[in-house]
């Protein structure tokens, strides 16, 4: 569905503009799921899709709203991989990772950065590479074709709870 002919649908449109888990969030907008997520629940989802995790590393214990975010996610990667495997492709669309979901959350709620290893067993250079990852999808978000004004609204209000001290990277060169 993301091309029809030799034209880009509009699910189509709005996965070009995404640099990276374009399938799951193209899936999840189609559906309404993205629209539905409040800047906490919407920065965990981007956050479970960009982080990569240590080999062996444990899923930390999830609230249950995250459970619920990530419950959600896996349901649509269900149908992504079915089809996947269906066309011989490899390899899969990445699984989400849901290691930064109580971190990035208390990190939003205004802790400090010296606090979040009480959060997460993620390095801290780590933290702030996978947040800045998080903003740049916020942002991809915001501009790409086919978001509805509540999912762009969503998506700017995550933007200035995330984006501040180590995390903000414009602040850092500024003071440099």
Do not use: C
């Not at 189509?12 to 800047?39: I, K, Q, T, V």
Request: charged share 25%; no cysteine.
């Amino acid at each position: 569905g993301y091309i029809q002919g030799e034209t880009l649908t509009p699910k189509g449109e709005f996965a070009s503009w995404m640099y990276g888990y374009e399938l799951l969030l193209s899936e999840m907008l189609e559906a309404g799921y993205l629209d539905s997520l409040d800047p906490a629940k919407l920065s965990v989802l981007l956050s479970a899709l960009v982080f990569e995790p240590r080999r062996n590393q444990p899923e930390p214990d999830l609230s249950a709203h995250v459970t619920e975010v990530k419950r959600k996610a896996l349901h649509f990667l269900r149908k992504i991989h079915l089809k996947e495997a269906s066309r011989q492709i490899y390899p899969p669309t990445k699984i989400p990772h849901f290691h930064l979901a109580k971190a990035l959350e208390a990190w939003m709620g205004g802790t400090t950065f010296a606090m979040l290893g009480k959060h997460t067993d993620v390095d801290e250079g780590e933290i702030i590479r996978y947040f800045r990852m998080v903003l740049q999808l916020l942002r991809q978000l915001q501009h790409a074709p086919e978001v509805t004004p509540r999912l762009r609204e969503t998506a700017r209000s995550a933007v200035e709870p995330i984006n501040r001290d180590l995390v903000d990277a414009e602040k850092q060169l500024r003071n440099q």
